[in-house]
């Protein structure tokens, strides 16, 4: 028998996106989802318009919003015919947190890579020992 969208139990929510039930509790505590009808059982019962939601949100975390970004973007979400440019600016934001997070994993990888220039010798000749040891000694100054 197919369960109807508007009478999906948590857990089949759950398979549809691919979100973990305690997650999705931890959303409808935080009003990130809506709170569900529930059955005479009182068991938590979704419809299309969570599905939706929760599809979005999890896209969402997926690409690395923080959860104050993502309620703004279903606030904007929730008024099509608003203006985008606050969706733009937290995505301008978004972006250059990522792109300094990718400046910051280049550098260590780069630091990793100039610590294995060791030739495998003894540990007093390690360049990795002595890196770690000395961080003047580091291609970069954070990473």
């Known amino acids: 028998m197919a369960v109807h969208i508007e009478d999906l139990a948590i857990g089949d929510l759950a398979r549809r996106t691919g979100v973990k039930v ?3 509790r ?3 505590s935080i009003g990130l989802m ?3 009808a529930r059955s005479e059982g009182g068991q938590r019962r979704y419809g299309a318009g969570h599905l939706a939601r929760l599809r979005f949100v999890r896209h969402a975390r997926d690409l690395g919003f923080e959860i104050d970004a993502i309620r703004e973007l279903l606030a904007m979400a929730a008024d099509p015919q608003g203006g985008c440019g606050e969706a733009h600016a937290i995505t301008r934001a978004h972006l250059a947190e990522v792109e300094d997070k990718i400046a910051r ?3 260590l ?3 990793l890579r100039a ?3 060791c030739d495998n010798g003894r540990v007093a000749d390690c360049r990795i020992i002595e890196v770690l ?3 003047e000694k580091c291609l970069h100054d954070s990473h």
């Open 34 to 36: 809506p709170e569900p």
């Open 115 to 117: 610590m294995l220039a």
């Open 109 to 111: 990888r780069d630091e």
């Open 26 to 28: 931890y959303y409808e």
């Open 133 to 135: 040891a000395d961080h």
């Open 22 to 24: 305690p997650t999705i």
């Open 105 to 107: 994993l280049v550098a």
